[in-house]
């Protein structure tokens, strides 16, 4: 069985100061690990994902994640956050092993950016 | 290139009732996996259809069930309504195969009311 916590409910930043959603996850095997992020009332957007190869992912607007094997942690990072940032982020794992499209998602985090 | 659509956006129903949502996938994509997100938490994955079959299932019992047509859009019926079948119903569309990485594209979503 996979499964993904997001141990921080909310996350509160000033903006321009760097920003770090955590995520760890629990799969067999090497996995899949995508970062989405849902506005209100929207549905999620792609915002990156970790296959293979470096351990740093970069990704839409600015954001990047690391993938560490050891610590079994993606955790999502921006340097310097902005404003409409604020959203609601979801981290997803995915056994390779399984057809593609059963990801398991955390509960997610609500990013506040604050001016 | 039109993304994942769904349909209706909003939709009211009574305890007992029958409700169908409407996907249709991204161009080029042809599974469609169905998501269950309550409020305040991640989605939760129904089902997935590929080749106009159920090809996986989460944890959801059979008053959840779905259809895939020949041109890769979908539909979800739940059937005997309950209080708590109220939430956003996702759509994700994705590339199929064992060990993809193509990365699914969440559709806005259906906002499910059960009174």
């Known amino acids: 069985a996979q499964s993904v916590a997001q141990p921080e409910d909310q996350v509160n930043v000033a903006e321009g100061n760097p920003l770090t959603v955590k995520c760890t996850y629990s799969?067999?095997?090497?996995?899949?690990l995508f970062w989405y992020v849902q506005y209100p009332n929207r549905g999620l957007q792609f915002l990156l994902k970790y296959i293979t190869g470096d351990n740093l992912v970069k990704g839409s607007y600015g954001f990047e994640a690391e993938f560490n094997k050891s610590q079994t942690s993606f955790h999502l990072k921006k340097p310097s956050a902005l404003v409409s940032d604020s959203a609601l982020y979801f981290c997803?794992?995915?056994?390779?092993?399984?057809?593609?499209?059963?990801?398991?998602f955390g509960d997610g985090t609500t990013l506040t950016v604050k001016p | 290139d039109a993304g994942v659509t769904q349909s209706p956006t909003h939709l009211i129903k009574t305890r007992g009732q029958q409700v169908t949502l409407r996907c249709s996938p991204k161009?080029?994509?042809?599974?469609v996996s169905w998501y269950q997100q309550a409020l305040g938490q991640g989605p939760q994955f129904i089902f997935q259809y590929y080749e106009e079959e159920e090809r996986q299932r989460g944890n959801f019992p059979d008053r959840f069930s779905g259809h895939q047509f020949p041109n890769y859009s979908s539909e979800l019926n739940v059937n005997a309504l309950l209080l708590g079948d109220s939430a956003l119903y996702l759509c994700?569309?994705?590339?199929?195969?064992?060990?993809?990485?193509?990365?699914?594209?969440f559709g806005p979503g259906t906002r499910l009311t059960v009174l």
């Open positions: 997803a794992v995915r056994d390779p092993n399984t057809n593609a499209g059963k990801s398991t």
């Open positions: 994700a569309s994705t590339k199929a195969g064992r060990g993809s990485t193509d990365t699914q594209y």
């Open positions: 161009s080029g994509h042809d599974t």
């Open positions: 799969v067999s095997g090497n996995p899949y």
